[in-house]
């Protein structure tokens, strides 16, 4: 699965909480100062290129839908991560976070509750 730009991911974001929608759609959600129609549009193209949405037209008015399951990107994202900066494991990634204060006991346990409670 094809990598996105940080902008791109905050549009597709936008797009997997909305569900389908269109361009204004988005830019009436988007802060202050608003970003240009065609300049999300061309975002929005460029997503489509990649194929993480697609469109249906009503006449002149496209609305868009995503293509990717947010939880599918998540997984390839945290597959990358894992691979570029922690070797490919898994352990390396909890020990960083565990070492970085990132993870309570609490946390920790729940986590250990989960992995338990899924292999019963």
Known sequence: MEKLTKAEEEIMVMIWEK??????DLIKEMKDPKPAHSTISSFIRILEKKGFVD???YGRTYEYFPRVEKADY???RLSGLI?????????????FIVKEDRMSINEM?????KI????E
Not at 116 to 119: Q, S, V
């Open 109 to 113: 346990q729940s986590l250990l509750d």
């Open 83 to 95: 691979s570029d900066f922690f070797g490919g494991s898994v352990d390396e990634l909890v020990s």
């Open 19 to 24: 569900g389908a929608c269109t361009v204004s």
């Open 116 to 119: 338990k409670n899924d292999e």
């Open 55 to 57: 469109h249906k037209a």
């Open 74 to 76: 998540s997984k390839g």
